[in-house]
């Protein structure tokens, strides 16, 4: 029987992905502290292991495919298919950043005023290449955690830190001072098991569903009803995916109307519908638009 072995992200993404997983059809029962949780679709084993070192799972086999971030897979230089980009974290849906930070007193402005200094960050690989190929000298020192406190406490000049608001570096008394890299969560697969005809398929249609829920979740369906002669007042102002749903009610002179819309624009909308003879108005959330 065949089966793929998926990689979960363990930490700040592993809700975020499980919730994103139930509203694409998949449920997955972690028990306790098992790594190896329950999933409803017998074609799927799963796993779950830290971000950090999914690409490395997925380039050695280990695992078929799994989700991690960019930022991971370019810091390990992992040999993997970059499947398609999943653009949601723990906040919302966009992109994190890492950014250089320094005190916000410091005399550092650019790049250049950190000849000599010392950094402290996570992703030290991509750090060392990334002020290298600006033939910048710097000492990349690989933090375990509380970034932010090492330049605070006196241990580096500056971090290179990530961030999805910049809130927590500020709180800290850090400023940004340059922005190294956009990343955002990617589904990867092995190189052989995407060559595989069945295991592509399969990591096809969990990507496909994964970015039905994603896109749903900014977008509402709404439905409702008006006199025929007010239909086209109605969709002057009514934006949709492609064009409405127009059906005619039983033995009336009435419509049925029915769309989908960016949910931030439904508060306007509404009232403008009501103005325009739009009568019994539903709004409702959607789980999945492909």
Partial sequence: MN??????PKGSLQKATINLFEKSGWKINVNGRSYFPDINDDDIECAICRAQEMSRYVES?????GLTGRDWTEENESNVVVVDDL???????KPARWVLAVPADSDIK???????KKIATELVNFTKRFFKERDIDVKVAFSWGATEAKV???????IVEVTETGSTIRAHGLKIIYDLMETNTQLIANPDAY???WKKDKIQQIILLLKGALRAENMVALKMNLPEDRIEGVIRILPSLNAPTVAHLYNSDWVSVETVVDVRVVRDLIPKLMNAGAEGIIEYALNKVI
């Fill in 3 to 8: 089966k793929l072995k998926f990689g979960i």
């Fill in 195 to 197: 060559e595989d005809p």
């Fill in 152 to 158: 605070v406490s006196g241990l580096a000049d500056a």
């Fill in 110 to 116: 650019r790049l250049e005023d950190l000849q000599g």
């Fill in 87 to 93: 653009v949601y974290s723990k906040v919302s849906q």
């Fill in 61 to 65: 086999g280990t695992l078929d495919a």
